[in-house]
């Protein structure tokens, strides 16, 4: 199928789409791998340069297990280079699980009878964000179901009223989400309730497969998925996400169409997506896939680093759909943010059985039930350092403006000190006697690193202002 040939509008915008499966199976198919041209374009993105479509299909058709093994340690450190080693956490919180689409892959499908529908009331939103609040979360993404009731209004209307919850000592103060396509004016009703990122994954960017897993509803129509990210950005959203699920279709052309996607960003709006995000297939209430695209573990960290490598500013991220063991090896390779005592269940974070989970309430099946401060003691182990920074979207550091920051490099600058900062807040409220000694050894040890390259009396001085009783200091 050649889809480039079709046009089509963005409101009043006229956009030729910018997919063509022709041509990126062709770039795919001529591919020569070679040990030089390998480490040429390896080294290209350790300059901190963005990869051609055909510099990432060779790395994509690279099977030399040497080879793959230069990919990945390539990837990890420009990871290192350019967002040092911390983890950002976060948790997603599902508001209401009403579809009316018919994905082959989505639990939440309008034809699974077994599904428990749910929308969460302002009162039970108060009661899930209190719960999370109180484990020490500061940033959430909002997941709703595609449904009439869902309206912009109504999605603004619960971002504002997650923001408005103080429990405790606790604040959520960076909301994103991820929701259904919008208008212009739908999608600047959201922007005004002040979220941080939009996010939405186009599923699989292969219009074949695209129709063959989704039968109904307003999904079914690949454009107006394809340029819902560019309508947000025409809104004024300049922090937008990207994703694909990994296992509809060949990885290896998701991968490239990712990057092709990425290519329409920044010639279109100067600005390339804020995340990224590769989900893996996961089992499902009523799931009904061919499982011939199922990606191996192996392809999977592969593709990770290649991603990394291909994209060298974007945030990425992995979720708990992914088990500790492969969510522990892919962090070395890219991953910049993850999700940490995630209950994907309506209603989980005030369930009392909140670790068992009941598919008939979830959109699918996830592999990591680890609690936060699990999370946040493995990271500290392993010498990641956690963070729960909102520094950049609350100084207006979005957008192009990011770019100017991340594209160089100079974000880690700016990435560390806040990482430390938000550390220290979460240990002082809410870390037990032991894990508060393993975090502030840790922030001993980070601040000596941080001291060799820039001034740290700033820092120093917020830390003794947080550890007096303020909350909320960051650069």
């Given at each position: 199928?050649?889809?480039?040939?079709?046009?089509?509008?963005?409101?009043?915008?006229?956009?030729?789409?910018?997919?063509?499966?022709?041509?990126?199976?062709?770039?795919?198919?001529?591919?020569?791998?070679?040990?030089?041209?390998?480490?040429?374009?390896?080294?290209?993105?350790?300059?901190?340069?963005?990869?051609?479509?055909?510099?990432?299909?060779?790395?994509?058709?690279?099977?030399?297990?040497?080879?793959?093994?230069?990919?990945?340690?390539?990837?990890?450190?420009?990871?290192?280079?350019?967002?040092?080693?911390?983890?950002?956490?976060?948790?997603?919180?599902?508001?209401?699980?009403?579809?009316?689409?018919?994905?082959?892959?989505?639990?939440?499908?309008?034809?699974?009878?077994?599904?428990?529908?749910?929308?969460?009331?302002?009162?039970?939103?108060?009661?899930?964000?209190?719960?999370?609040?109180?484990?020490?979360?500061?940033?959430?993404?909002?997941?709703?179901?595609?449904?009439?009731?869902?309206?912009?209004?109504?999605?603004?209307?619960?971002?504002?009223?997650?923001?408005?919850?103080?429990?405790?000592?606790?604040?959520?103060?960076?909301?994103?989400?991820?929701?259904?396509?919008?208008?212009?004016?739908?999608f600047k009703t959201v922007h005004e309730a002040g979220i941080g990122t939009y996010q939405i994954f186009q599923?699989?960017?292969?219009?074949?497969?695209?129709?063959?897993?989704?039968?109904?509803?307003?999904?079914?129509?690949?454009?107006?998925?394809?340029?819902?990210?560019?309508?947000?950005?025409?809104?004024?959203?300049?922090?937008?996400?990207?994703?694909?699920?990994?296992?509809?279709?060949?990885?290896?052309?998701?991968?490239?169409?990712?990057?092709?996607?990425?290519?329409?960003?920044?010639?279109?709006?100067?600005?390339?997506?804020?995340?990224?995000?590769?989900?893996?297939?996961?089992?499902?209430?009523?799931?009904?896939?061919?499982?011939?695209?199922?990606?191996?573990?192996?392809?999977?960290?592969?593709?990770?680093?290649?991603?990394?490598?291909?994209?060298?500013?974007?945030?990425?991220?992995?979720?708990?759909?992914?088990?500790?063991?492969?969510?522990?090896?892919?962090?070395?390779?890219?991953?910049?943010?993850?999700?940490?005592?995630?209950?994907?269940?309506?209603?989980?974070?005030?369930?009392?059985?909140?670790?068992?989970?009941?598919?008939?309430?979830?959109?699918?099946?996830?592999?990591?039930?680890?609690?936060?401060?699990?999370?946040?003691?493995?990271?500290?182990?392993?010498?990641?350092?956690?963070s729960f920074c909102t520094a950049c979207y609350r100084l207006g550091r979005t957008g192009e403006h990011f770019?100017?920051?991340?594209?160089?490099?100079?974000?880690?600058?700016?990435?560390?000190?806040?990482?430390?900062?938000?550390?220290?807040?979460?240990?002082?409220?809410?870390?037990?006697?032991?894990?508060?000694?393993?975090?502030?050894?840790?922030?001993?040890?980070?601040?000596?690193?941080?001291?060799?390259?820039?001034?740290?009396?700033?820092?120093?001085?917020?830390?003794?202002?947080?550890?007096?009783?303020?909350?909320?200091?960051?650069?």
């Open positions: 199928m050649k889809y480039s040939t079709q046009n089509y509008r963005i409101e009043d915008k006229a956009m030729e789409s910018f997919i063509d499966a022709e041509e990126i199976w062709d770039f795919l198919n001529t591919a020569k791998p070679s040990e030089d041209r390998v480490r040429e374009i390896i080294q290209k993105s350790l300059d901190k340069n963005r990869l051609s479509l055909e510099e990432t299909a060779i790395l994509v058709q690279t099977t030399d297990a040497g080879l793959i093994e230069e990919i990945k340690q390539g990837a990890r450190k420009l990871k290192e280079t350019v967002y040092g080693d911390r983890i950002v956490l976060f948790a997603p919180l599902y508001i209401g699980n009403y579809c009316t689409n018919n994905c082959q892959y989505c639990g939440f499908r309008v034809t699974n009878k077994k599904q428990q529908r749910i929308t969460l009331s302002k009162e039970q939103i108060v009661a899930q964000v209190s719960a999370l609040e109180d484990n020490g979360h500061k940033r959430l993404i909002l997941v709703y179901g595609e449904h009439p009731m869902y309206t912009p209004e109504f999605i603004a209307d619960s971002v504002r009223t997650v923001y408005s919850v103080k429990h405790g000592k606790g604040e959520i103060r960076r909301v994103n989400i991820n929701a259904a396509p919008m208008t212009i004016e739908g599923e699989t960017y292969h219009p074949e497969t695209y129709a063959k897993v989704h039968l109904g509803g307003n999904k079914r129509n690949f454009e107006n998925r394809l340029t819902s990210l560019d309508r947000a950005m025409e809104a004024g959203i300049d922090d937008v996400g990207i994703g694909a699920l990994f296992g509809l279709y060949d990885w290896r052309y998701e991968v490239l169409a990712l990057v092709r996607h990425v290519n329409h960003f920044e010639k279109v709006y100067n600005v390339g997506p804020h995340t990224i995000s590769f989900p893996r297939i996961k089992n499902a209430s009523e799931l009904n896939i061919d499982d011939k695209y199922l990606v191996s573990d192996d392809d999977f960290t592969k593709l990770v680093a290649i991603l990394r490598l291909a994209v060298p500013y974007t945030g990425m991220i992995l979720t708990a759909r992914e088990p500790v063991s492969v969510r522990n090896e892919v962090l070395r390779f890219g991953v910049s943010q993850i999700d940490g005592g995630t209950n994907i269940q309506m209603e989980g974070y005030t369930n009392k059985n909140e670790q068992n989970q009941d598919l008939e309430m979830e959109q699918f099946e996830i592999n990591d039930t680890r609690s936060l401060a699990e999370v946040i003691d493995e990271l500290i182990d392993t010498d990641y350092l956690p770019m100017e920051f991340s594209v160089p490099g100079f974000i880690k600058r700016y990435c560390a000190p806040n990482a430390i900062l938000t550390l220290a807040e979460y240990l002082e409220d809410y870390a037990s006697a032991e894990q508060k000694q393993k975090g502030y050894a840790m922030i001993e040890r980070k601040m000596l690193e941080l001291a060799k390259f820039q001034k740290t009396t700033q820092l120093e001085s917020k830390l003794e202002r947080l550890k007096q009783g303020e909350r909320d200091l960051y650069f």
